[in-house]
């Protein structure tokens, strides 16, 4: 066997990258290279075993990195393989070729979010159906297809408050898009699995076609996308998943960690190889990452080790409140910003309303920012929506937010119109806050959101944030005012800096596959990190853990932890606990 191909692996990738007699299971640590490994089994099986390169299957979760692992084949291996994409994309090829098996038109579209949304709100609209919100029974229709369930199965496996409602709409859904010609993004994997059940012929020639199949990112497959799997990969046996259920954390998504154990059951004679030496991150950061995850029980845990520097200590600081937080991210970085440009600091937080006092704190001080994966507190579209009615209050004649109003619903702008002499009455005497509420409770405003909903939840989320800044207001005028500066001050700051220079303030969810030199995690305290949604559910406070867990090892030198012992957060002040992934064996780590 060639020995070039294992150059520069160690140990534990080399046994991973020579196995090739079965399936596999490759659990990849943070940093531990597991893309490198990948890649050198696919060239030790063309180039050492000479398969050919069209019968290799790989499949990403994003195109970007599909079009990476495609870029990095190339460098070392001339022949293409069969197929690189995301599960969509490869079953989007397959129904064009054989979905007239299962009614589909070759010719047929596929509808994005906007579509969708479009779709039902349509849908909702015909049926005069006031009680749900079009991104709810989507929610509810994604979750059904994301498990293989199609309308006529919906009630014989849910029952809650909304399942005839839901049942109803999801049959009506899915005739507009058989009449359109059309299909969502979940209906591409749901129909495939129907394709291969249905035609075991089919079935045998993708089979027979992609004998060696490759699947990153494991431990955020769903139902749907496991069966696919299994259903291609149980003929030949000859399955490789690589992932690291320590950072599985899309479970709202419909990720399934349990499908570690599925894959063990279903292909018994499979090998398992543990990739634990880290290239990312010193000792120190390692360290501590596993004193906080190894607390879960639920999924395999991981000891990562590494020839890096042992690091230095991880602090973490206690804040008065949530401005003294942002006041120490914020001193952090300008005393830290000569030895470490700002694009390679992030800011991670738990929840998107977060961001809204360390984007002041910045803009006070001039750090740049960029934020990923999100809009910046006072352009997201709720808090927009809010400012129109407050704006309207002190100016009847502002046209761009009477539009906006009126673009909520015709409904909302009647009963603000009805209310609105009651509510403009004093209005300067009136606290901010008192006239918020009262707007809400005139206008019904809020009842478009729905707390069960993933979206709605963080939209009511940065409502409650924008009533936490109203209330330091007595005045209107001088809560727009301070709102129109914050925005002119990044306006402009955002002039004088190019498009990529700035510190990274981003969510815990969207930080997953990226690293930074120094990272900041703020607002870990009880009811943020983890969240108080999470309290009462044994498996989503695992699922906390490991979100926290992904946080810290994105950091490749220095980590900072902080937490509040009172904060102004979702409109009211309370006292800040110290998260419990913050207990007593967490700060008494022996260095």
């Known amino acids: 066997m060639t020995t070039d191909i294992f150059k520069g692996l160690n140990k534990q990738q080399t046994a991973a990258t020579s196995y090739t007699d079965g399936p596999s299971i490759v659990l990849a640590g943070a940093g531990s290279g597991k ?13 050492n075993h000479k398969i050919d390169s069209s019968s290799i299957l790989m499949i990403t979760f994003t195109n970007k990195a599909a079009g990476e692992m495609k870029r990095r084949i190339a460098l070392v291996q001339k022949k293409s393989l069969g197929y690189v994409g995301t599960f969509h994309s490869f079953c989007a090829l397959i129904l064009r070729k054989d979905g007239i098996h299962v009614g589909l038109d070759r010719n047929f579209v596929i509808y994005d979010d906007n579509d969708q949304d479009s779709l039902m709100k349509t849908i909702l609209k015909e049926k005069e159906i006031k009680k749900f919100t079009a991104s709810f029974i989507l929610n509810r229709i994604s979750a059904a297809k994301n498990q293989l369930i199609p309308p006529d199965r919906y009630l014989k496996l849910f029952s809650d408050y909304s399942a005839t409602q839901v049942f109803e709409l999801y049959t009506e859904y899915e005739k507009r898009l058989k009449k359109n010609r059309a299909v969502d993004f979940d209906d591409l994997i749901m129909k495939v699995t129907q394709l291969f059940v249905k035609y075991p012929s ?16 494991f431990q955020d497959t769903n139902y749907a996308q496991y069966t696919l799997t299994r259903l291609l990969g149980e003929k030949h046996q000859l399955v490789t998943v690589v992932g690291d259920f320590s950072q599985s954390i899309y479970s709202w998504r419909g990720a399934d960690i349990r499908n570690l ?50 690091g230095e200590d991880i602090p973490i600081y206690e804040a008065r409140d949530e401005e003294d937080e942002a006041f120490y991210v914020s001193s952090e970085i300008e005393r830290l910003k000569d030895s ?140 727009l005012q301070q709102v129109a500066l914050v925005e002119s001050e990044y306006s402009e700051g955002e002039k004088k ?83 419990r992934f913050l207990g007593e064996d967490v700060d008494k780590i022996d260095w």
């Open 340 to 479: 470490c440009p700002y694009e390679k600091i992030a800011v991670l937080y738990r929840t998107n309303a977060q961001s809204r006092a360390i984007e002041e704190s910045f803009l006070h001080y001039g750090i740049p920012y960029v934020l990923i994966g999100g809009t910046r507190f006072y352009e997201r579209r709720e808090v927009k929506d809010v400012l129109s009615y407050l704006r309207l209050l002190i100016n009847p004649l502002d046209e761009l937010a009477r539009e906006r109003i009126l673009k909520i619903g015709k409904r909302k702008w009647d009963l603000f119109k009805s209310a609105y002499d009651e509510l403009k009455t004093n209005v300067e005497e009136k606290p901010t806050l008192s006239l918020m509420e009262s707007i809400f409770e005139k206008t019904g405003y809020l009842d478009q959101y729905s707390a069960d909903d993933e979206e709605d939840y963080g939209r009511l989320e940065n409502i409650k944030e924008l009533k936490s800044v109203a209330s330091h207001f007595s005045h209107i005028t001088e809560f």
């Open 35 to 47: 893309t490198r490994v990948l890649i050198h089994k696919v060239v030790n099986l063309i180039t």
């Open 261 to 310: 154990e599925k894959f063990k059951s279903d292909f018994p004679n499979c090998k398992t190889f543990h990739l634990e030496q880290n290239y990312r991150s010193s000792q120190k950061i390692l360290d501590f990452a596993y004193k906080v995850i190894a607390e879960n029980e639920g999924h395999p845990i991981l000891k990562l080790f590494t020839e890096n520097n042992s």
């Open 497 to 579: 800096r190019k498009a990529h220079e700035g510190v990274r303030l981003m969510t815990l969810h969207q930080a997953k596959g990226l690293e930074f030199a120094i990272v900041f995690i703020v607002g870990v305290e009880e009811g943020i990190l983890p969240h108080s949604r999470a309290t009462e559910d044994y498996f989503q406070m695992e699922e906390e853990r490991r979100l926290f867990y992904v946080g810290i090892t994105r950091a490749q030198d220095k980590l900072h932890i902080s937490y509040a012992k009172r904060r102004f957060l979702y409109g009211r002040r309370g006292e800040g606990v110290k998260s």
């Open 202 to 217: 089919v079935l045998k020639k993708y089979q027979d076609q992609y004998r060696y199949i490759f699947v990153d990112e």
